[in-house]
């Protein structure tokens, strides 16, 4: 065996470290997931009360008195 060919303890440490990697990973891959879900939930939420919010206003705007002519009440 060369130099240059690493041994089979080394080869067995490389993995060992790839696959702690690789768990890391998934960990970190499943929080993010985690997170955007509860993300779009919250979105989801603030887009139906901006909805509601919107449908009100143009309620309180159709049921609203136009302006009236008269003069102000100093005249």
Same mark, same amino acid.
């Given at each position: /065996?060369?130099?240059?060919?690493? !041994?089979?303890?080394?080869?067995?440490?490389?993995? #060992?470290?790839? $696959? /702690?990697?690789?768990?890391?990973? #998934?960990?970190?891959?499943?929080?993010?997931?985690?997170?955007?879900?509860?993300?779009? @939930?919250?979105? #989801?939420?603030?887009?139906?009360?901006?909805?509601?919010?919107?449908?009100?206003? $143009? #309620?309180?705007? !159709?049921?609203?008195?136009?302006? @009236?002519?008269?003069?102000?009440?100093?005249?």
């Amino acid at each position: /065996m060369s130099n240059s060919e690493p !041994s089979n303890q080394e080869l067995s440490e490389r993995i #060992d470290t790839l $696959e /702690m990697r690789l768990t890391f990973q #998934d960990d970190t891959i499943e929080t993010l997931n985690q997170t955007i879900t509860a993300q779009w @939930r919250e979105i #989801d939420a603030l887009k139906r009360q901006i909805a509601l919010l919107v449908e009100r206003l $143009e #309620d309180a705007q !159709s049921n609203a008195e136009g302006p @009236r002519n008269e003069p102000p009440p100093h005249y």
